[in-house]
């Protein structure tokens, strides 16, 4: 009999997580000539940096144990009624949306849409969510979701200095924006070299403006006119950026019908929960002359080869990784998950829907209004949802405490901020907390006071689309997101081998805790001790991600990986500012590092350069100590990758990292190749003095279809006291401003990662990337005869991901990596990362969390799509006639009367055995991205034209 020990399964986990059995890594093992994955590691690892000893990680635990656990942690969160505003608000996730979109991987584990053929489902609701934006703001043009509304202004900021014809250096913002949105803006501007300067925005303005920014509603609740704003910052040539909420324009006359250039916002209240700062939407809307320089990514409208209408993502030329070093934004990672949890709340509640809701949130405001009034209160005399007044804070906050309810207070002012999920008999409760009286609401309902003033009370009208008509009930709705999910390729129908993207298992009791209210349901802004449990959270995450790394200081705060590339650039100038080396603004960039870091260093102010790689992919170690001793007087930092972007542990990093400090210089790794170090190097032990974490990659977070991601940031110890702060909540004691609307970023997903390292524990994160060695190299051993391995490294060895050049196959028949690509999908495949970080490659990471078997599905297509160009390149067919010219193939092509290929039906959709049992079906053929970009529509397109009549 077996003891107990072996049967508890404590690492049953491990096994779940891990893709291959024990008995496949052994043959997997063979294959590539090693006896055991520590023989793997050992042989392909540079020794140098080597870690041999053991995580912190503890020893992992069951799923049934973890979820019990975690679950004690979040129960010391206190789940109050927020009233606080600022931003956030609590709002009814419908059912439906919750237990279809946020809840389920067929949503939550695709990604960004860059192929788009088998993304049509969730590019339809994000063109739905640009329509939404756009006629609850009245602007022509939208983009798909920003990190959050601080950053959008942020963002908008830099677009308005672009284009504004004012060439003044002065930055306006209005003495009622959110102050986590000045605290945002302050920060970027700082770099950028623009004054930011507040006041009251219906004064004068002062001299050499180039933008303006005004909340509306403002951050006590006022409602103001915008138009005479518009007209004065248009005088002086500058651009007005207006931060709107859009259950407000619902109701209220909407930005663009009052001359507003740039409309931002978060929408968070569209359904999605507060989370405790996020994650959530954010937009960035514009007129159509900023349309070129938007920052983000934007759906358009095209068509496919067979005139079908199709969506894709538009002008991606505008792309950081295009601009690198002459960008002014470097967002790529966005909310695209919560952008469509959105848009499919505005689709199920229709414009009738949301009329009603804010009309409810409004009458209730008003109905509150009289009853302060009728206490002796003044409260705001306009407003659609929040009243500010002056009151006896401390007797207001204790009475309302012992409800369980927050209001915001600022000395002796007192603002409340109502939202969808108030009853009347939460408003007698909040009443009774401000008045100290017993309140009958529905008495006071025919004396609630309008707070909408009369000339801006909206007339237009929002969401006539069919799609805001049509999905009404809960089947319908339901059926919807079901029709749009299929249309989608996400983890659930195979692996995504996206090099550089790290798309591993999202495993389901990771996910549970997310949509916990004691998580889901937090305020950003809630009093520290109604948060003990994300406390506890989130100082045990962070203590692992020290370890894990090697740093000393973690800072959770950065949205995104990029978002954690400019955080850490900020603690580096910081840091020389500290000590009187201003002037150290330099940031050496390998050629091949992925444009969000150049992006960063540009948006801190930094001079780049570039340095030159090597034939072999690595740093040209002579080209960078000429650079660093040509720049070491000014030398700030080395941005480098590792693994590098080319996938493979380059020899010598520690000599990299010696030569940036002997000219003073700090070392950036980037740490979105993290999967193949945890357990088995740390970046702190490498040299580096600082680095960001994807967690939406290595950490488990899922991609969300184009994010949510979390980007903390990990530091040595000279570093740490100049962490990014918060202007609301002191996260690290440091005079740096903030980098995020929200204290700790997006702090609902980081459950996700705390269970990630608690589920695996320190054998278990170890044997994870060394699996992802091997899955990768396994790949590469048995495509090397068929196509070239770009770079390899030591004992011939990739790391976790692997680059097949393709280039030589373009030139000798005309088959481009693009053809591959498309050609995978017939095959039943996500391709692998096109032309990044090497025009004219594939490069594949397949993690640890993929199968022997469906490794090995991928291999025998990328084998049968080989043989396919054999045929071309022998002349049997031409490129233009082959299938790998024609993918992907779609049912309309097989439907089609008349067949007049040069290859059967069945090759083209049913090319191998696989798609025999189960078949995948791309929506549309290839999409014609040109016409796309010259005919550029991001707004709905006819009903009938989805349907091709
Ligand atoms: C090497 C590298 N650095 C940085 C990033 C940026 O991360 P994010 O998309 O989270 O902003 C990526 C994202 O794909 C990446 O691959």
Redesign the pocket.
Known sequence: MKPLSDLLQTHDFTARHLGPSEAEQADMLAELGVSSLDELTETTLPEAIQFRGELKAGEGVTEAQALADLKRVAQKNKVFRSYIGMGYHGTHTPPVILRNMLENPGWYTAY?PYQAEISQGRLEMLLNFQQVVMDLTGMPISNASLLDEGTAAAEAMTLAKRQAKSKGNVFFMADDVHPQTLDVVKTRAEYFGFEVVTGDPTAELPEGVFGVLVQYPGTYGDLRDLSPMAEKVHAVGGALIVAADLLACALVTPPGEQGADIVVGSAQRLGVPMGFGGPHAAFLACQEAYQRSMPGRVIGVSKDVRGKTALRMAMQTREQHIRREKATS????AQALLANMAAAYAVYHGADGLRTIAGRVHRLTGILARALQNAGLTPSVTFFDTLTFEGDAAAIRQRAEAKGINFRYEGNQVSVSLDETVTPADLADVAEAITGQTVDVLALDTQAVDGIPEGLKRTSEYLTHPVFQTHRSEHGMLRYLKMLENRDYSLVHGMIPLG??TMKLNSTTEMIPVTWPEFGALHPFAPADQTEGYAELLAELEAWLADITGYDAISMQPN??????YAGLLVIRKYFESRGEHHRNVCLIPAS?????PASAAMMGMQVVVVKTDANGNIDFDDLTAQAEKHSENLAALMI?YPS?HGVYEENVRDVCDLIHQHGGQVYL????MNAQVGVAKPGLIGSDVS?L?L??TFAIPHGGG?P?M?PIGVKAHLAPFLPNHVVRDVSGSQTGAVSAAPYGSASILPISYLYIKLLGAHGLRKATQVALLNANYIASKLAGAYPILYKGKSNRVAHECIIDIRPLKQACGVTEEDIAKRLMDYGFHAPTMS?PVPGTLMIEPTESEPKAELDRFIDAMLQIRREIQEVQDGLLKAEESPLKHAPHTQDDLMADEWNRAYSRETAAYPSKHQKGWKYWPAVNRVDNVYGDRNFVCSCPPVEDYIGA
């Open positions: 960004t470097n967002i790529c990672t550089s993207c995104s990986g990029a978002q954690g590339e590092a992925h444009g969000t870091n990758t972007t980037d740490g979105a190749n960001h994807n939406h990659k994010g991601g980007g990044f």
